[in-house]
């Protein structure tokens, strides 16, 4: 197949499906200001209705992955995106809390594939010598989703609602899964080799330890960076800041524009350090402590640039990204799809906890007649936040400091054998 074709056939339609799951999951941070203001919602509820996606995204992970082995990506998008629709539509329709919160989780189970499904295809339609470069345009893709969902989503709420917006999205969640059944060519029959159960290899993951040096120092940040850049960075510039929501969508536009600056910046980071003998991990431990750095700008309640801490979050945040080609690069080969199948798991559940945990710790302040919350209460939220990464970055500059010079335990990447973690 030539590469126009591959590009057609294969990555624009999987492609668009990420985008529309990027836009799906963040779209809730735009359109807050309207849920609270319909359904008159305590920041608890906006935090758990906004986190029930990641929920559902989290718990379709291992069928999904099963499922892209046996039937591949073009068959199992169009019924999942059809639910992703259902969703929508029922979101739309929803008229008390209830309502959205199991519809908001049928959003999740329905966009649960979007990922996975195009990196199956892309994966097995273009070069590995090409793999790389075409990761990252889908990455920055998703980056288009999330930045669509702010400003763009703000200017098309002048011509219709938050219910408008969600018929729309349902049609083009349907459009999107008929597209990719018409257009993506047939997956190759799989192997006939035998392959371990499924808990088995996912146990074998779980306890390599390149797995588990990685995800004790990124895993964390990581569910922060998606749990607080798809709600709450919105809500801390409209109670904190005091921004009108044009202001709030515009930054949450730039915000989100920089994921795909700041990843195409890893990826550059990364391969720089890496023709001087810096291993990925070391970058990822300087990405971290950047990034927790940042939150302590929110702590501090540092008024002098609210802006620029609002789009640092999301740009600095992407670092958290570059465990899957950590994970990726130091497992075997019959590892890696479970291992990120693992990886999606753990930060999804993880994004839950910290998106609905957040908002029930600003819940336990009393907000002023305009239903804003105090900056105490976001401060003491983004404090919770820095005490649980900071261990993960202490403990792996603990752990660098006591090893002894020519030790030969692994420094990811290098290829040397490692011994488990303590």
């Known amino acids: 197949m030539s590469r126009g074709a591959v590009f057609v056939l294969v990555f624009l339609p999987f492609a668009l499906g990420h985008y529309l799951s990027s836009l799906m999951r963040t779209v809730n941070a735009t359109l807050a200001p309207q849920l609270v203001a319909t359904l008159a919602l305590t920041p608890g509820q906006l935090g758990l209705l906004t986190s029930a996606f990641f929920f559902s995204f989290a718990l379709v992970q291992l069928p999904v992955g099963i499922a892209l082995d046996r039937w591949g990506p073009a068959k199992v998008q169009l019924p999942m995106l059809m639910v992703a ?12 809390f209830t309502e959205l919160l199991v519809a908001r989780a049928v959003i999740g189970l329905g966009v649960g594939g979007c990922f996975m499904s195009a990196v199956k295809a892309i994966s097995t339609w273009i070069a590995p010598s090409r793999m790389p470069s075409v990761q990252g ?6 980056g288009l989703g999330a930045a669509s969902a702010t400003l763009p989503v703000r200017l098309a709420l002048h011509y219709t609602d938050w219910r408008g917006l969600f018929i729309g999205l349902a049609v083009a969640a349907l459009g999107t899964g008929l597209l990719i059944r018409a257009l993506a060519p047939p997956h190759p029959r799989p192997s006939s080799a035998p ?18 040096e990685v995800a004790s120092l990124v895993l964390i940040p990581h569910t922060v960076f998606f749990g607080m850049q798809g709600l709450w960075i919105s809500r801390w510039l409209t109670d904190v800041a005091r921004f009108s929501e044009e202001a709030v969508a515009y930054l949450l536009y730039l915000g989100m524009a920089a994921i795909i600056f700041g990843a195409i910046a890893v990826g550059m980071i990364t391969e720089w350090a890496g023709r001087r003998g810096v291993a990925p991990i070391n970058v990822a431990a300087a990405g971290v402590g950047l990034f927790i750095l940042v939150q302590l700008g929110f702590v501090c309640n540092w008024s002098p640039s609210f802006q620029t801490l609002s789009v640092l979050f999301t740009l600095v945040g992407t670092v958290t990204g570059i465990e899957y080609a950590i994970v990726a690069q130091n497992l075997p080969g019959t590892l890696t799809g479970r291992a990120a199948t693992c990886l999606n798991l753990l930060i999804f559940l993880g994004a839950f906890a ?9 819940g336990c302040w009393r907000p002023n007649l305009l239903q804003q919350y105090p900056a105490q209460a976001y401060q003491a939220g983004f404090a919770a936040l820095v005490l649980l990464q900071a261990p993960g970055l202490l403990w792996f500059v603990w752990r660098r400091w006591r090893r002894p010079a020519g030790s030969g335990r692994m420094d990811l990447h290098s290829g040397n054998p490692a011994t488990s973690l303590p």
């Not at 629709?85 to 008390?96: D, E, R, V």
């Not at 345009?137 to 998703?142: E, F, M, N, R, S």
């Not at 910290?354 to 600003?362: E, H, I, N, P, Y």
Request: glycine share 14%; hydrophobic share 55%.
């Open 85 to 96: 629709a259902l969703g929508a539509l029922a979101f739309s329709g929803g008229t008390n």
């Open 137 to 142: 345009y889908l990455i920055a893709v998703g």
């Open 195 to 212: 392959r371990a159960p499924v808990l088995t290899a996912m146990r074998e993951v779980y306890r390599h330890p390149a797995f588990r």
């Open 354 to 362: 910290v998106q609905a945990g957040f908002g029930m710790l600003v």
